[in-house]
């Protein structure tokens, strides 16, 4: 026999604590150990973007970006404006990325502008909107 029991209008940050007893006509009888739960918030995105997007350094093979991170985010995603489409080029876990030519495929050339953006990120998405540093 299955039983299945729904509780609702939980309390995010409560600890909750419960048992199973089984009842019939001869009795109640505790049936298991306490089971202890905290409810947890609902899992979102990143609340806000990146901070303060700026470019370090710049030569004719490697740029450096620098930027400030959101408390809660996971990771970053650096991207390229290419036509008229983002591409995603890394993802990186610290506040600085140094693109080189030929290691981030990228395929840089002097005298050409390049568009890159950075976006918060975590395990359930990206920031929707965007940091760019032209």
């Known amino acids: 026999v299955s039983t299945r029991y729904t509780i609702s209008n939980l ?3 409560q600890t ?3 048992r199973t007893v089984a009842s019939n006509s001869f009795g109640t009888q505790l049936t298991t150990d306490a089971a202890t739960v905290t409810v947890k918030t609902t899992a979102t995105i990143p609340t ?3 901070q303060n997007l700026r470019l370090l350094d710049l030569d004719s093979f490697t740029i450096t970006l620098n930027w400030q991170r959101q408390s809660d985010q996971t990771y ?3 991207e390229r404006l ?3 489409s983002w591409v995603e080029v890394t993802q990186v876990f610290t506040e600085t ?3 080189q ?3 981030n495929n990228l395929q840089l050339q002097p005298n050409v502008s390049y568009v890159f953006r950075v976006r918060s990120a975590n395990n359930f998405g990206y920031y929707p909107s ?3 540093s032209t």
């Open 48 to 50: 806000a973007n990146v």
């Open 97 to 99: 990325i140094r693109l």
């Open 82 to 84: 290419s036509g008229t």
């Open 16 to 18: 909750y604590v419960w």
């Open 11 to 13: 309390v995010s940050g």
């Open 101 to 103: 030519s030929l290691e």
């Open 130 to 132: 965007t940091a760019v």
């Open 76 to 78: 970053s995603v650096v």
